[in-house]
């Protein structure tokens, strides 16, 4: 190591921490007003406002919502940071002064509540601080620098939308990308892990088909109620009995809707079905068990019509290169400190970023960024209650610390381009 | 029996399949623009607007939006015919041409869909015809008659406000109760029933608190679908173990809503339940076991918080008075043949009718009016399918034959209501 | 009504009250010492020694162990009074000096303890003192009398086992048939109720196939615990939602077996099924339901193999003779007075020894004897917690009274039997 | 490597296959005369005799029918090397000439089918072959030589009993213990695994109390069989929803058993719980989660009395010892080649043979020994069937392949041996 990167990670820092000192108020303004997926028109317009004014070139509406800015600066490799912008349908009690009011429409067309409840927020903001240093900072390295902001990552279509939406004939393809996800380690302290890090998702809407009727008499109906709670409860034997213990698959019903009042017996019922998996095999044991039970229960009920099964959601694993990775994090680890910079292990939850790694055939590594406070995570974990204790993402009660998040979210953005762009700098 | 009542009952069935014929197309109208409990107001303006006509004192909004007319006719006995207005949260698919395709606003203040699913749409036809049969036959008898139209039969409330809003201070108390319910027997039969005839019910908003996270965490969460799905399941033992093979309850879960996305668990469940008995020790059982196993559930989850149990409807027992329906039986069995009057036993359906006679300290007498096609009804008869073959109140396809039930439906209520006034005009 | 056979009736209630005191402690020895169905080898032997002291003609091991007594006593009618011998697989805990240490070996060959957990040593005793009553006062009536013991009528097979083992070949073919059943009336009442009385019942032995394994590793397995579990639950939505609140039907599951070891998933799962009905369409719609959720769960599990369904009982519904049941009640009221003799309604328990009577084509009257502790029964009812608070029958606390139970049960067979056989002796 | 060792590992690995010939009878004896936890007096017999004969000083009747032979051969470490002996109340099924038809009485007292299902008796042979290359050949060697014959391993007591009965009072404290299992590898093939190696297990015996009754009047009874069901079904969302998909338990229901006739609602239904789990925070979670959902289950069903839960067994994770396994590890590999020598994972079966070390303050290895048909393994895996289609541990199939089973199972004991004992001679 020269003493010419240790001068440059140092400054990085100083410039993060002031950049997340003057995009503070740009961070409540975007978590005030989230937007649902495909609909961050007002978020979409902000960046591309801002990173217009920064010098980036701008293109907008790229499948659907997205933006992508390109500063092109001589030779060299060329670097995609990627942030995600849509919030989700959760009703916020953080309590905060810049809490969400907003409403929003779902896919079924209905009213709901928006928040940023998984801290996309936290993800635009970051990379706008890193585009405004890195832009700043442009005598230092030499190369493409692409910023991209992508719509609907929470329902899975974004990345692919952008991607179908001739992304790559329209920006220049990366040779790296990269990207954070805000999550539930102390502010200040990023986590890498190499291979296979987030999860496979698979979503499916259920739709159980009972014959409706009165209420005071069941006898003449199908009940679709009583049909779905049973599967609700029947699914539950899947994780718990057909999954080895030392493999690792999720399997959430996150919602279910059924009738429109006490003493009718609505003629159907639907259950939203989220599962979550690291192997082919777990996951094809999985979903075949989940659709088996759903149609056995059907079945138990006397069903006269199959239960629909409707494959909404597909997101592949996220595999973090592994020698890109390890390079990351010795980055981070020299930047940061070796005690800023952990390994988070597997997570459960799904990312879409691959894809656009996936599509320009480049490696990728995607962190995880620290957005608790400090005290309330040590606590927690003092109290061997962190999970319970410590509200997580999706969760109504989710509020990342705005700092040092956005200053070590900024700083890390900024240090892994520069670690790919700066050496090309210093050769030239 | 004199010869004349003979006479006046086949004369008032003659007129009544007149008035059928004129009523049809009010029927159709009514049926096409179906209203939510206490928002008839369509209906109400159309029923003031026709009664009025017909030369009755006529009061609105009595009770939200009540409608009662009332003939004056010299000496004798004070009549009451009730109709009740309101429709259901169904979506209608009876593929009739004059099938409701309305929308209305429920209770939580979802945009629902309207249907008369119940029928109220032939209560209140068979009342205006009843009522423009009595007033053009008014030279026949004596006394007073009050037809009242009711709003928000199906949440229960509405024969209360009309009580609570000085109905009886505002128009004559009568001296006995009339009313009738279409449902499943064949058209052109009426029902009646001495003594307890249609259930008590009770009916319970119950949230179950959770705590909200990502799907792919649960471990963090406190899961309130699985909370939920496990209590309707459990819920289900306590008519199968409770409740004595030879008693009767019955316990319906027929709404259950949460969550928004399913890749989030929501912080809270509903369910909606409604229960129906016609003893108090059966029905304090039942009641008793549905809270134990709410909370017996909540708190097999792991629930911080106990679920709210909201008793959002009350209706009695509804109790036909037997020297009364004896006699209306009798004069029944006598206009249209003993073939054609049945007893229909328990009804496991709820009315609040009773209220508006218990008010008044009166007797009442409130039957079953067929409304199925006889062939539809005689084969599903003979297959042994008739509960599940043909479409019963509050299903999606239920449509009463419009001929004869109409013109049975205002010759049994001017019948009923002639057989107290009549004797008057006749000794008159 | 004549003198005399109100004199006979209270001489009757007389010597009833006396041989109840001599014949307690035949009462007792019976009770110490229960026989498991087509077992009753000790309680045949005493029967039949008892008998033929008595001067009774005897045929034994009519059906496997059943014992029968015939008196000829000149011209008139047969009347048969029946019996039942068998205990039930209980261990008794009612604490009282004669409590039962009996053990037994049930059809599946294990050991299990052995108690009159439904009272026919009641039944036992009450014919040997009828048989002996009557015997000692022939010279009051005229006829055949009939005394029959019948083995196993627990498991349903007794009676038809008798009747299959040419027992009208073997004694002379009654005119009628009596009996009685001690059950939670007041000792001192008796309860008649004409028509259908008692339920039908169906028993099934089910066999749920998994495939065992290693209890760590439950996804190489298919796990029968969970599937037959899972069924039980299920099966309780029969009653809560395909049976009329107004129908009658329950359906038990009485037994649940699987498994060795904690450690080991064995291969199967087995579960005991009853269920009463009192009508056809009934019935069949709860069997039915019963065997799809079976099949259901199974599928659901993923079971390789069906379920094996084994109908193992079947009892028709009693029917108790409208005309023969209307007489006997008037002896009843006549001789107890109207106070001591209620009608019980429908009784979901089942009884074969309809069979006994169908075989003859002869009218059944079967009647209810009150064994309850009349204060304990006032105290139950009083508190409105009378099926918690009164041990009933099959329960492990099932104590009878001894008086006036034994006193009640004599009288009450001996006055039936008179009602048939003295006629002719008056006459005589 | 000197020459040497791998002299002496071919010649061990001959003798091995030699002795395996030879005691494949004894193998073949032992597996057709299983003997269940603490009753293994035949199969320690056997083993006392045949170590005498080796010229073993033998100490039986240790923690009940544990054998131990010491053979002390001049300085250097003692080495302990352990089998345990009990066989499993299952069913063989596998259709082996030598298959066992044995009985034995379980400790609830019930008589039960008995078969070496876990491989117990491939340990002793291998034990038994070991003990005897070891001695013929003790001028290669120097030290002690402890061979350790436990019972009770499936119940988790054996190694307990034996360390409370003065185990090491008795016997020389061992330097290092060593042990295998037969497990789902080809035979052939042996696994080793550093650290935390096989599972935790805790064990609970859960009593329902419910109150009984007559099958038809479930109303006057508290079911305990719906209420035991509704626990084993609930408990499947602990596993589910309550640990980490990167967290690995196992919460099996073995056994459940209630009622003794499918007419009578039993007093009490009785579960075994088995939990498997790797860390105290998820074995807290799990074993807090059980207790509370038996708890809140028993109270669902307004059970008068808590049900009993008794905590039967306990087993310790077993840790691998990093630095002895990494060399028995080696040795294998230079004797095996390293394509017979694997790592398997976590192991999510348990063993109390930690115990025996941690006594002694000893590191232990503990391996896996291939017991599967090489080539049936190789299709299962294929077919992505792995265990569907190869019959485990605990299964009434299992049944490992003779050779090369014993083969290498002897040689494997043999070689860990030497590898610490032989050095000392090298040097002597």
């Not at 629909?308 to 930047?335: K, M, R």
Request: proline letters at 6%; hydrophobic letters at 45%; aromatic letters at 4%.
């Amino acid at each position: 190591m020269t003493d010419q990167p240790i001068a440059t990670a140092a400054l990085v820092q100083q410039e993060a921490a002031s950049l997340a000192v003057s995009l503070a108020p740009v961070y409540q303004d975007l978590h005030a007003n989230p937007e649902l997926s495909f609909a961050e028109h007002r978020t979409a317009a902000l960046v591309a406002d801002r990173i217009t004014g920064l010098g980036y070139g701008v293109a907008t509406g790229i499948g659907g919502t997205g933006v992508v800015g390109v500063l092109e600066n001589g030779e060299g490799p060329t670097v995609l940071l990627r942030a995600d912008m849509d919030g989700l349908p959760v009703l916020e009690e953080t309590g905060l002064d810049y809490a969400s009011v907003a409403r929003g429409v779902d896919p079924e067309g209905n009213d709901v509540p928006v928040m940023h409840a998984c801290g996309h927020d936290v993800h635009v903001t970051c990379l706008l601080g890193a585009a405004e240093l890195l832009a700043a900072r442009r005598d230092t390295w030499s190369g493409t620098l692409v910023v991209l902001f992508q719509p609907a990552e929470e329902a899975g279509g974004g990345a692919q939308a952008m991607v179908d939406d001739d992304l790559y004939a329209r920006v220049p393809k990366p040779d790296i990308v990269f990207g954070q996800h805000v999550g539930p380690l102390p502010a200040g302290v990023v986590g890498t892990h190499a291979g296979p890090s987030f999860a496979a998702t698979d979503a499916y809407r259920v739709t159980f088909h009972g014959r409706g009727g009165h209420g005071s008499r069941p006898q003449s109906t199908i009940d679709p109620i009583v049909m779905a709670a049973s599967a609700v409860v029947r699914l539950q034997s899947i994780v718990s009995r057909e999954v080895a213990g030392t493999d690792t698959a999720v399997l959430t019903v996150g919602t279910m809707h059924a009738g429109t009042k006490n003493n009718i017996i609505p003629d159907t019922a639907q259950i939203g079905v989220n599962i979550r998996s690291y192997e082919p095999h777990v996951r094809d044991r999985v979903v075949g068990s989940m659709e088996r039970i759903i149609r056995a229960e059907a079945a138990a009920s006397g069903a006269e019509r199959e239960p629909a099964i409707e494959h909404t959601e597909a997101f592949p694993v996220l595999v973090n290169d592994p020698a890109a990775t390890g390079a990351v994090t010795a980055v981070f680890a020299d930047a940061f400190g070796a005690n800023r910079v952990v390994d988070p292990g597997l997570v459960t939850g799904s990312e879409d970023v691959g894809m656009l790694a996936t599509a320009a055939d480049a490696p990728i590594v995607y962190w995880i960024l620290g957005g608790a406070d400090p005290q309330a995570f040590a606590a927690a974990y003092a109290s061997g209650r962190m999970e319970q204790d410590l509200p997580g993402n999706h969760s109504s009660k989710f509020a990342p610390l705005i700092h040092p998040t956005l200053d070590t979210g900024i700083a890390a953005l900024s240090l892994a381009a520069l670690s790919r762009l700066s050496g090309t700098a210093a050769t030239a």
